[in-house]
């Protein structure tokens, strides 16, 4: 019985520290971009990718990460270019552009 317990409250601790691992990882947008940089080619799940690209996007926006911001713009136009949306392809392009131009006026 001791054993037991000893073992439940040992897998407690691996999950809630795996887990405080997780919550930080998805509220960093490098480390988001890099997941969706890695991922990119893999066909599992494509919902995950998109999620995560979309994560990444907001956070780095809310946070002025303009390196992240760009590598998450990247990121959703080349997703969206290799499912066959175009426009929304497009989009993000235009949006790089648009990062593009304010750097190069500063």
């Not at 996007?57 to 080349?78: P, V």
Request: hydrophobic share 40%.
């Amino acid at each position: 019985m001791k054993r037991r317990a000893t073992s439940s409250l040992l897998l407690l601790v691996f999950s809630l520290s795996a887990f405080s691992f997780a919550l930080a990882y998805e509220d960093n947008p490098d480390s988001l971009n890099i997941w969706v940089e890695s991922n990119i080619n893999s066909t599992n799940d494509t919902n995950e990718i998109y999620r995560k690209a979309h994560l990444s996007l907001f956070l780095a926006n809310n946070e002025n990460h303009e390196a992240a911001l760009i590598s998450a713009y990247l990121n959703l136009a080349g997703l969206h270019n290799k499912y066959g949306q175009l426009d929304s392809s497009i989009y993000y392009f235009k949006e790089l552009k648009n990062i593009y131009k304010k750097c190069r006026e500063q």
